[in-house]
């Protein structure tokens, strides 16, 4: 098919829905370099030391997919979620697992007493350094994998140009750090990686760039309808597109 051909498939892909936070559409059309951490790993050995009586949030769980596959302890897990359809989700099958689930839209205003939690954990959320010292017990632990300001960055710019982006581009760990040893956490664990993503096709590039929309702001087939093309014209001579993804990980102790 040529460029003009593809462009009724593009559209397709990007009219696709999207539940919770599972890509497993994309399945085998895209392919992301591993991170030198295993970041569930590290939250499985943090919960084998809660004890008994020990209380857990998952800060922006998504779609809960995540967190039900830690097995959490029933009756003393909660999880926060600001994207309502996600919410409305959760709310219809996490509480069944003996989960509590909060809608949480302002990062310095949770719904928690002070001193509450025993462990926070939170992957790829926004949150208040200060708001999270707060809720936490005296010991306690906050474990945290952030996606970087510099995700993603050149792809959207090539798409979209300075427009795409409404991330900070100076997110980072050396920011984090330093403002956690701020609030008065002691770091115990660090890590920062750019991994490499590749988009096998075109089509599963549209369907990503659709879902992240404060990375790809305005992205529509239509508009990016040239880069599309060359990026097509790239897969076909490459094998794929690739981009240049920003993860960074902190552990850290009340």
């Given at each position: 098919?040529?460029?003009?051909?593809?462009?009724?498939?593009?559209?397709?892909?990007?009219e696709?829905?999207?539940?919770?936070?599972?890509?497993?559409?994309?399945?085998?059309?895209?392919?992301?370099?591993?991170?030198?951490?295993?970041?569930?790993?590290?939250?499985k050995?943090?919960?084998?030391?809660?004890?008994?009586?020990?209380?857990?949030?998952?800060?922006?769980?998504?779609g809960?997919?995540?967190?039900?596959?830690?097995?959490p302890?029933?009756?003393?897990?909660?999880?926060?979620?600001?994207?309502?359809?996600?919410?409305?989700?959760?709310?219809?099958?996490?509480?069944?697992?003996?989960?509590?689930?909060?809608?949480?839209?302002?990062?310095?205003?949770?719904?928690?007493?002070?001193?509450?939690?025993?462990?926070?954990?939170?992957?790829?959320?926004?949150?208040?350094?200060e708001?999270?010292?707060?809720?936490?017990?005296?010991?306690?632990?906050?474990?945290?994998?952030?996606?970087?300001?510099?995700?993603?960055?050149?792809?959207?710019?090539?798409?979209?140009g300075?427009?795409?982006?409404?991330?900070?581009?100076?997110?980072?760990?050396?920011?984090?750090?330093?403002?956690?040893?701020?609030?008065?956490?002691?770091?115990?664990?660090?890590?920062?990686?750019?991994?490499?993503?590749?988009?096998?096709?075109?089509?599963?590039?549209?369907?990503?760039?659709?879902?992240?929309?404060?990375?790809?702001?305005?992205?529509?087939?239509?508009?990016?309808?040239?880069?599309?093309?060359?990026?097509?014209?790239?897969?076909?001579?490459?094998?794929f597109?690739?981009?240049?993804?920003?993860?960074?990980?902190?552990?850290?102790?009340?």
């Open positions: 098919m040529n460029c003009n051909e593809l462009r009724a498939y593009w559209k397709l892909e990007e696709k829905g999207f539940q919770g936070w599972d890509f497993s559409y994309l399945s085998g059309r895209f392919v992301e370099q591993s991170l030198p951490w295993d970041y569930k790993k590290i939250v050995t943090a919960m084998s030391n809660l004890g008994g009586d020990g209380v857990m949030l998952d800060m922006g769980t998504g809960g997919e995540f967190l039900l596959s830690l097995s302890p029933a009756g003393r897990t909660h999880a926060t979620e600001a994207h309502l359809p996600n919410y409305e989700l959760c709310k219809s099958t996490l509480p069944a697992h003996g989960i509590e689930v909060s809608l949480v839209q302002d990062d310095c205003t949770l719904p928690y007493k002070s001193q509450f939690f025993d462990l926070v954990i939170n992957r790829h959320e926004s949150f208040s350094v708001e999270v010292y707060r809720i936490l017990k005296p010991g306690g632990i906050c474990i945290t994998q952030q996606v970087g300001g510099m995700n993603n960055r050149e792809l959207s710019q090539f798409l979209l300075d427009e795409g982006m409404v991330t900070d581009a100076g997110f980072n760990l050396s920011q984090t750090v330093t403002e956690l040893n701020h609030a008065g956490f002691t770091i115990l664990k660090q890590q920062e990686f750019f991994p490499t993503l590749q988009f096998i096709d075109v089509g599963a590039l549209v369907y990503f760039a659709k879902i992240i929309e404060w990375e790809f702001a305005g992205f529509s087939v239509d508009r990016c309808f040239e880069q599309l093309c060359l990026l097509q014209e790239r897969v076909e001579q490459e094998g597109v690739s981009s240049k993804e920003h993860r960074f990980f902190v552990s850290a102790r009340k």
